[in-house]
């Protein structure tokens, strides 16, 4: 008996924090790449109309979207995400990450993003002002399209 074909690899969106060029760099590639992307959140979600591209909204709660992700996300699959430790969960799960700056999360370094992001909650629980993060800019949107690519290539 023939096994059956594994299923093609598509993106999960950690939407809930997913700035908004990423989401439209995202909607174009799903068209042009025929890829299924998939966001995630908590809330409702408006989408274009696409056969490729669609909106998961799970309860509210801490770490719900997250969950929900990780519990779906497969080997060749890519997880757009700010969250570190749920990198980490789809990184262990065989699945790729990228954040929405266009840095990749690999097995090489998630051990040590993981270590400063604990370090710095508890910094900013210890009552240190650490500052927010820098601005979403052209730059970080053209570093996501082309980690974005790269991925889209991998997969042919």
Known sequence: MND????????WVDADACPGP???ILFR???RAQVQVTLVAN?????????????L????GYDVADDAIAARARPGDLVVTQDIPLAARVLANGAQAVDPRGERY??????????????????????VQT?????????????????????????R
């Open 4 to 11: 059956p074909a594994p299923a093609p690899s598509q993106v």
């Open 22 to 24: 990423v989401k439209d």
């Open 29 to 31: 590639a799903a068209e």
């Open 43 to 55: 809330q409702w979600l408006r989408t274009p109309p696409s056969r490729f591209i669609r909106a």
């Open 57 to 60: 909204q799970v309860q509210g």
């Open 106 to 127: 690999t097995p090489d370094t998630i051990n040590e993003r993981l270590s400063m992001r604990n370090f710095m909650d508890e910094l900013r629980g210890a009552g």
């Open 131 to 155: 500052g927010g993060p820098a601005q979403f800019s052209a730059r970080d949107r053209q570093a996501f399209a082309n980690q974005l690519d790269r991925w889209l290539a991998s997969r």
